[in-house]
Nanobody, 126 residues
């Protein structure tokens, strides 16, 4: 079965860094479109970063608020998706979810992803 399990969330001070991991099983990560999403209290879930399948282009997308601070990457050998988050800000506080879709090239929006992890909490506070 297809499974995604996030880890790496926690409490960090502004300006700090975290790396989120998403371990995949039941499918080959390189064949899927991948994404990181987040949802803050009282707000809609939003796309943070998406990555097309390696067989297509492996191209990346970031929302403006995280561009230059966050990096999405895929380790095919480990079948794991990562989100490196640097220079974290309080507004980055949210539950972060990884997602995948077998189409391989998906629009960077939650409606286009079929498989989801359980989420991991990221809190940025001094």
């Amino acid at each position: 079965q297809v499974q995604l399990v996030e880890s790496g969330g926690g409490l960090v001070q502004p300006g700090g860094s975290l790396r989120l991991s998403c371990a995949a099983s039941g499918f080959t990560l390189d064949d899927y479109a991948l994404g990181w999403f987040r949802q803050a209290p009282g707000k809609e879930r939003e796309a943070v970063s998406c990555l097309s399948s390696g067989s297509y282009s492996g191209s990346e997308h970031y929302i403006d608020s995280v561009k230059g601070r966050f990096t999405i990457s895929r380790d095919n050998a480990q079948n794991t998706l990562y989100l490196q988050m640097n220079n974290l800000k309080p507004e980055d506080t949210a539950v972060y979810y990884c997602a995948a879709d077998e189409v391989g090239v998906a629009l960077c929006a939650s409606a286009y992803f079929s498989s989801w992890g359980q989420g991991t909490q990221v809190t940025v506070s001094s």
